[in-house]
């Protein structure tokens, strides 16, 4: 075993302690952090020929990059729709790295019950019907990547094929309709191989960013009967609407 990480396990209990201290610290400061530090240019640093274990990693992170990060934790940064981290989302991702668990299959862990559970708590509080399904991904971006692809197969089977099955080429054009689509649908949308030209946008309430229900309509009528993918928004970005 390599020395250093024999040491950090030797030494986790007093690791996890220095982590604990230095987030600390970090979160009792926002009030006097800059939201957005200014942008400094860093030369890049060679790769070390050894490790410097977890203790020298945290002590090279504090000293070189820390003070660089923005105050993203903070109620005042309002650069992006993220807020804060939550003192339990917190002890959660802790609890996460700790445990380690693949999360594909029920044989040889009760995770993928855990995450039906909490899916099954959100279906309840958004009202949703029973079969409702779900599965948590790692952000926004992949989460409309994801339903994107959901759409894409059941266009699939609405011809005939399987997308999975049978490959991209085989399923011709989609259009996906949206009145103010968020910049991830044209990213996934070309991720997944449908192209950004297959969005169509569809007419918005005058002064406003929500779509208007008849221009929709009519959109979805001129299709005659072909399928289409709708991506909806409840809230969005610039104004929640």
């Not at 009792?28 to 240019?41: K, N």
């Not at 989609?174 to 191989?193: D, F, N, R």
Request: with cysteine; glycine share 14%; proline share 6%.
């Amino acid at each position: 075993m390599n020395p250093r990480l024999r040491d950090d396990l030797a030494d986790l209990p007093g690791l996890l302690h220095e982590a604990r201290e230095h987030a600390t610290r970090f979160l009792a400061g926002l009030g006097e952090r800059p939201v957005g530090p200014p942008p400094r240019s860093r030369e890049p640093v060679a790769l070390p020929e050894s490790g410097a274990g977890a203790r020298g990693a945290l002590e090279v992170f504090e000293r070189r990059w820390a003070a660089g990060f923005s105050g993203g934790a903070g109620p005042r940064y309002l650069g992006f729709v993220v807020g804060g981290s939550t003192p339990a989302a917190l002890a959660g991702d802790w609890l996460t790295a700790a445990y380690d668990q693949n999360a594909d299959s029920g044989v040889d862990s009760s995770v993928a019950d855990l995450e039906r559970e909490t899916v099954a708590w959100l279906r309840d509080l958004f009202g949703l019907p029973g079969a409702h399904e779900g599965a948590f991904v790692s952000g926004a971006t992949m989460s409309n990547a994801t339903g994107l692809a959901i759409g894409r197969e059941w266009v699939g089977e609405r011809r005939g094929l399987s997308v999975a099955e049978q490959g991209l080429a085989a399923l011709g054009p989609v259009k996906v309709l949206s009145g103010t689509p968020h910049s991830s649908i044209g990213k996934a949308l070309s991720m997944l191989g449908l192209g950004r030209s297959a969005l169509c946008r569809v007419g918005v309430l005058p002064g406003r960013e929500a779509v208007d229900v008849r221009s929709l309509e009519a959109a979805l009528r001129e299709l005659d009967g072909e399928p289409a993918i709708v991506v909806a928004n409840a809230g969005t970005v610039n104004t929640v609407d």
